[in-house]
């Protein structure tokens, strides 16, 4: 399958600071990635699609000014964490669609598991 | 009504047995269908789709698609302890839809 990559893997950042997340599809183009946040034993929630060229959609309680998204090119996608809290410690999760019709696939990034202390 | 729903579990079964894992979605239009499994602290990784009524097989797993009762199922046959993990069961609604929605995942263990 297509490969997707994140980076870090693993942050753990001070309150008040900001934090930059990156994610790559690596053998394919991705005009569209999307970007999950996932508490500990909770189900996948997603926070918003990055769309290439474009503003970003944020999902209905994501606060755009707090989770900034770009997406600079067809294979990377950036999730900027500012002014991080405690609350804000999560393991997020990227993914990128490769494929149309039948053929579509939807992959997913290691994550990027970051701490706020 | 959740668009997409699993029972969330947990769902124990025995080394070598089949485990079955169903999933419910309420939008009729809906397209595609995917599994991923999750291990505990890792991102999900795709186990296979389907979106044809019928079933799809590849290799131990089998996916099994019912559009009429708008139901799909994966199941696993000759479990192994390493087949322990959360099963994702997520739903393209339509063609060119991009985005997929998620059930909130069925926990499996495999007892030995």
């Known amino acids: 399958g297509a490969v997707v990559s994140q980076h870090p893997s693993r942050v753990i950042c001070k309150s008040g600071t900001s934090v930059k997340i990156e994610c790559r599809s690596l053998?394919?183009?991705?005009?569209?990635m999307f970007w999950y946040r996932q508490f500990p034993k909770q189900s996948l929630m997603l926070m918003a699609t990055?769309?290439?060229?474009?503003?970003?959609?944020?999902e209905q309680g994501v606060e755009k000014d707090k989770f900034l998204i770009n997406h600079a090119s067809l294979t990377l996608s950036t999730l900027t964490v500012t002014s991080a809290h405690p609350e804000d410690s999560s393991f997020y999760i990227c993914?990128?669609?490769?494929?149309?019709?039948?053929?579509?696939?939807?992959?997913f990034g290691p994550g990027t598991r970051l701490t706020v202390t | 009504q959740k668009e997409v729903e699993q029972n969330s579990g947990p769902l124990s079964v025995p080394e070598g047995a089949i485990a079955s894992l169903n999933c419910t979605y309420s939008?009729?239009?809906?397209?595609?269908f995917f599994w991923y499994r999750q291990y505990s602290g890792k991102s999900p990784e795709l186990i296979m789709f389907?979106?044809?009524?019928g079933d799809k097989e590849d290799g131990r797993f089998t996916a099994q698609l019912n559009k009429a009762s708008q139901y799909v199922s994966l199941l696993i046959r000759d479990s192994q302890p390493s087949d322990s993990a959360t099963y994702l069961c997520?739903?393209?609604?339509?063609?060119?839809?991009?985005?997929?929605?998620f059930g909130q995942g069925t926990r499996l263990t495999i007892n030995p």
């Open positions: 993914s990128a669609p490769s494929g149309t019709g039948s053929s579509y696939e939807q992959y």
């Open positions: 053998d394919f183009q991705a005009t569209t």
């Open positions: 990055s769309n290439e060229g474009s503003k970003a959609t944020y």
């Open positions: 939008d009729r239009g809906s397209q595609s």
């Open positions: 389907i979106y044809s009524n």
């Open positions: 997520a739903v393209r609604r339509f063609q060119g839809a991009q985005k997929l929605v």
